[in-house]
């Protein structure tokens, strides 16, 4: 029975369940029987010991929460038995010492991707289109209508072919109920531009009538994103009067990249003959640009030229167990192969701050992290929220019980390699190896933070589904569980139930991980994100987001 639970760390006081266990079960686990007090479903936790009002209970090897009141051992852990504590953290000069991972089997893989005049190598060929400011999102909505389904980027054609016929339908009176929706009857048009992965769109309702602050951020965003290794060309629509103007957005693309040599077309509205004027000018040199990136061919590229962001969103128990573990090993790959990763979420780093601040490289970097996450915390406090508040009512469903749980869960994306450096929102990743970034926890503001500072594919895990992509940064889906995985198959790319069941090890699931990166990096395969053009893109305004 002992393959019913799992104990994380050795300095643990609960079990995991990893099936749904019954009330009253019995289950021998390293020669000491347990029995369950009630029903554990999978992915829960339970109480090793009997446990006082106050006692401190640790997961991971880390404090993840206080009793609060006193319970007998077999109880489930449930948000009216726990409250989030962690522990306090601090600089301490650490000599910290990693296991190194084997890497043999990746020394001499190259991938083949986009090769840009600084050094940089994309996964992508795509060309962007930004506003300064909202009020040019109806503009960029017209041009993205006239160009997608011309160029062969539209996905929606079975739809629109759906709703077409239930109109007809309506019109002759016909029942709706009789209509089929068949969207393998729909032909697919072909990419106008083969070397082109797509036009991307960048609408936001930022720009003017927020804080200057909110504008400024924004500005250095979008030009995180013009100059974004994916991106070989971009269009800027500007309307003029806005906080955010044109020069600002060009001061920070070239302080950020003094030799930026992409296209850049900029058009203003309120400097245009009129608004007709000046889309059809938008669109006329588009289509030449376009022209022009795709003579770009892909070139085999060393894998250290990769930079991956590693996320989680809409996590479960299993979360900490099979997907981020692995992901984690597959992080610390990179690192020694010289590639950068990304580990960002600030609020669910909650409770591994000490851990984090101990693999730091020097102590610049240490309290470079500490002052960040004192001052995000600290504005969520001012507001009457903070991190504790942080997890949502489907992780709670599915075992994250506390913000502690759920981040040290969440941490370990990060593998066990040395912190190389820590970057504030929008700041580029310029290290090998592993940077910590500040964004929130929120998916999408999160992987948007993540392409702002350089990351060419996303690794995205989750337990409970998410459809949650990127414009320019292709995101690859990684369930926790098999159960997801076969559910959502149209937006989950890889699997990491065998985990679960004991059928791979989290290095072997590491390695399948980065063979599929590769892959994808290559353009061999495209991941449901990005087939979906599912583009999601939202701003931090660096008040309180968690």
Not at 76 to 104: I, L
Not at 200 to 210: P, R, S, V
Not at 229 to 252: E, R
Not at 455 to 482: E, H, M
Request: glycine content about 8%; aromatic content about 8%; charged content about 25%.
């Amino acid at each position: 029975m002992s393959n019913l639970i799992l104990k994380i760390n050795q300095r643990d006081n609960v079990l995991v369940a990893l099936q749904d266990i019954p009330a009253e079960t019995e289950i021998v686990f390293e020669s000491v029987t347990y029995k369950t007090l009630e029903a554990i479903p999978a992915k829960h936790k339970f109480f090793m010991n009997d446990m006082k009002q106050g006692d401190e209970i640790f997961m991971y090897g880390v404090l993840v929460g206080k009793v609060q009141y006193d319970l007998g051992a077999g109880t489930r852990m449930t948000t009216e038995n726990t409250k989030h504590a962690a522990e306090p953290y601090y600089y301490r000069k650490v000599d910290y010492q990693w296991t190194k991972p084997d890497v043999s089997r990746f020394l001499h893989k190259t991938f083949k991707g986009y090769h840009r005049s600084n050094g940089n190598v994309g996964t992508a060929n795509y060309w962007l289109f930004i506003p300064t400011v909202f009020c040019e999102n109806r503009n960029l909505d017209i041009i993205k209508e006239s160009l997608y389904n011309e160029l062969g980027y539209a996905v929606d054609a079975k739809y629109k072919n759906y709703t077409h016929q239930l109109v007809e339908a309506i019109s002759k009176g016909e029942n709706l109920d009789d209509i089929d929706f068949s969207p393998s009857n729909i032909p697919s048009k072909e990419r106008i531009f083969k070397n082109v992965d797509g036009i991307k769109f960048l609408n936001h309702t930022g720009g003017c009538g927020g804080t200057r602050q909110d504008a400024d951020t924004l500005s250095r965003l979008l030009a995180s994103y013009a100059d974004h290794p994916n991106v070989a060309g971009v269009t800027l629509l500007s309307l003029g009067c806005q906080h955010l103007q044109i020069d600002n957005f060009k001061k920070d693309l070239y302080n950020r990249n003094p030799d930026f040599d992409k296209p850049l077309l900029v058009f203003e509205q309120q400097k245009a003959e009129s608004e007709e004027t000046m889309l059809k000018n938008a669109i006329f040199g588009t289509l030449k640009g376009l022209l022009e990136i795709n003579k770009i061919e892909r070139e085999d590229a060393p894998i250290s030229k990769l930079c991956i962001g590693v996320k989680c969103g809409g996590s479960d128990g299993f979360s900490g167990i099979s997907a981020n573990p692995a992901v984690g090993h597959l992080a610390d790959m990179l690192s020694i192969l010289g590639a950068k990763v990304l580990l960002a979420e600030f609020p669910e780093l909650c409770g591994v701050e000490q851990e984090l601040i101990d693999r730091s490289v020097d102590k610049e970097t240490a309290e470079k992290f500490i002052k960040l996450m004192t001052e995000y915390d600290e504005l969520a406090h001012a507001v009457g929220s903070g991190f504790y508040m942080n997890p949502s009512p489907g992780n709670i469903k599915d075992g994250l019980i506390t913000d502690a749980i759920k981040s040290a869960g969440a941490a370990k994306k990060g593998g066990s390699s040395p912190v190389v450096d820590v970057l504030d929102y929008t700041e580029p990743a310029t290290k090998p190896g592993l940077s910590l970034v500040c964004t929130p926890g929120n998916d999408v503001e999160a992987t948007t933070g993540k392409a702002a500072s350089g990351a060419t594919l996303i690794l995205f895990t989750t337990g409970l589904g998410t459809p949650t992509g990127n414009p320019v940064c292709p995101v690859i889906k990684v369930a926790t569980n098999t159960a997801l995985a076969t559910k959502m198959s149209d937006i989950i790319d890889i699997d990491t139930g065998a985990v679960v069941r004991g059928e791979k090890t989290i290095q072997e699931m590491g390695e399948d991980i980065l063979d599929f990166c590769i892959e994808v990096a290559s353009g061999n395969i495209i991941p449901k994100a990005v087939a979906l053009n599912q583009d999601d893109f939202i701003p931090w305004k660096r008040g309180v987001s968690l």
